[in-house]
C-alpha cells in the first residue's frame, strides 16, 4: 500500500509540472492542486468515504491515477468531482485513462451523484478531448485577468 501510495505521489508530481508548462496551469497548482507533501494527503483521502483514489496500471505497473470526491449540493442533491487524473505519456492511447474515468464515475453513481464534474486547462486540447470522448461536456468556463 505504501509503495502504491509513493508511486502515486510520483505520477501526482508529474501532473503538476505537465500543468504547470500550461496556459492557468500555475494557478491551478497553487489554487485546486493538492498541495505538498502529497503521500500524506492521498493517505487520507484514501481514508474517507466520500472520496476515492484509483489506479489504473499497465503489464502489472501503476502508470495512471485518478482521484474523485463528492460534493453535497445546497438542494441536497450530490455532484462528483473528478479532481485529478494523470497517465504517463508513454501509456497514454491504451485505455489506462479510460477504464479510470469509467470507475471513477461509477464511484460516484454509486454515491448517488447527479453528475460528475472535471477540469481542463485553457489550451490543453488532448485533457478537453479526452473527456468529451468519455461523454463529458463543458458547463462552466472559468475567466480570469491577471492584475
Known amino acids: 500500500m505504501s509503495e502504491d501510495l509513493s508511486r502515486v505521489g510520483e505520477l501526482a508530481s508529474a501532473l503538476r509540472r505537465e500543468l504547470g508548462e500550461e496556459r492557468g496551469g500555475r494557478?491551478?497548482?497553487?489554487?485546486?492542486?493538492?498541495?505538498e507533501p502529497?503521500?500524506?494527503?492521498?493517505?487520507?483521502?484514501?481514508?474517507?468515504?466520500?472520496?476515492?483514489?484509483?489506479?489504473?496500471?499497465?503489464?502489472?505497473a501503476i502508470?495512471?491515477?485518478?482521484?474523485?470526491?463528492?460534493?453535497?449540493?445546497?438542494?441536497?442533491?450530490?455532484?462528483g468531482v473528478i479532481g485529478e487524473i494523470y497517465v504517463e505519456p508513454e501509456a497514454r492511447a491504451v485505455g489506462v485513462?479510460?477504464?479510470?474515468?469509467?470507475?471513477?464515475?461509477?464511484?460516484?453513481?454509486?454515491?448517488?451523484c447527479s453528475g460528475v464534474d472535471a477540469s481542463?486547462?485553457?489550451?490543453?486540447?488532448?485533457?478537453?478531448?479526452f473527456f468529451e470522448r468519455a461523454g463529458f461536456t463543458a458547463r462552466l468556463l472559468v475567466m480570469h485577468r491577471s492584475i
Open 120 to 129: 481542463a486547462l485553457p489550451g490543453h486540447r488532448e485533457a478537453k478531448n
Open 63 to 79: 502508470v495512471g491515477y485518478g482521484i474523485a470526491h463528492v460534493e453535497e449540493l445546497r438542494d441536497g442533491s450530490r455532484l
Open 38 to 60: 502529497l503521500e500524506p494527503a492521498l493517505a487520507r483521502l484514501l481514508e474517507r468515504d466520500d472520496a476515492a483514489v484509483l489506479v489504473g496500471t499497465y503489464d502489472g
Open 27 to 35: 494557478l491551478w497548482g497553487t489554487r485546486e492542486a493538492r498541495p
Open 97 to 112: 485513462g479510460e477504464a479510470i474515468v469509467d470507475r471513477l464515475v461509477a464511484f460516484c453513481r454509486a454515491a448517488g
